[in-house]
T-cell receptor, first 113, second 110 residues
């Protein structure tokens, strides 16, 4: 089945640690995105990538980093510089940047303990 | 900018009634708009889309209306069912990325 997969579904991190969230898609989509969602709130764009080896900051990129070494993969690292990392993280992909619908993964809930 | 502390508005409707969810978008140059439905703990799912050269588009039980003059988008759900309870987001294509609105919680009362 084609789709977009995020792992893990739940992730716990100690303060001061970096953690990497996985996002893989087999839809042959060019564009991939990472969003953050806080309880009862909307989606805020962290980073996006339109092509391999290129990515752009979104609205809340501070404390996060990404890579796009392969078309299928767009991992997000939440660094220790992110002061409030506890949130629901959503990855999405689309054929071309924003001109068609984006397909979302099921999300990763990150909790700092 | 940051929207910490800003909580989503809620629309409560009776089962069987029609629902209308509204969204104001940001950029008059946006060319493409999507409505998403998000159930608790899950990723958003596509409902319906519309391009800027259209004013209205219908799907199964859903209709999207676009008013470019006032930069307003609405989603109409006919005969609302309990399974429609979710958070609904509009998104606009701007600068080659999707920008999401704040969202609306739809609660369906049986």
């Amino acid at each position: 089945d084609g789709g977009i997969t995020q792992s893990p579904k739940y992730l716990f991190r100690k303060e001061g640690q970096n953690v990497t969230l996985s996002c893989e898609q087999n839809l042959n989509h060019d564009a991939m995105y990472w969003y953050r969602q806080d309880p009862g709130q909307g989606l805020r764009l962290i980073y996006y990538s339109q092509i391999v080896n290129d990515f752009q900051k979104g609205d809340i990129a501070e404390g996060y980093s990404v890579s796009r070494e392969k078309k299928e993969s767009f991992p997000l690292t939440v660094t220790s510089a992110q002061k409030n990392p506890t949130a629901f993280y959503l990855c999405a992909s689309s054929i071309l940047g924003g001109i068609t619908e984006a397909f979302f993964g099921q999300g990763t809930r990150l909790t700092v303990v | 900018g940051e929207s910490v502390g800003l909580h989503l508005p809620t629309l409560s409707v009776q089962e069987g009634d029609n629902s209308i969810i509204n969204c104001a978008y940001s950029n008059s140059a946006s060319d493409y708009f999507i409505w998403y439905k998000q159930e608790s703990g899950k990723g958003p799912q596509f409902i319906i889309d519309i391009r800027s050269n259209m004013d209205k588009r219908q799907g199964q039980r859903v209709t999207v209306l676009l008013n470019k003059t006032v930069k307003h988008l609405s989603l109409q759900i006919a005969a609302t069912q309990p399974g429609d309870s979710a958070v609904y987001f509009c998104a606009e294509e701007y600068g080659n990325k999707l920008v999401f609105g704040a969202g609306t919680i739809l609660r369906v009362k049986s």
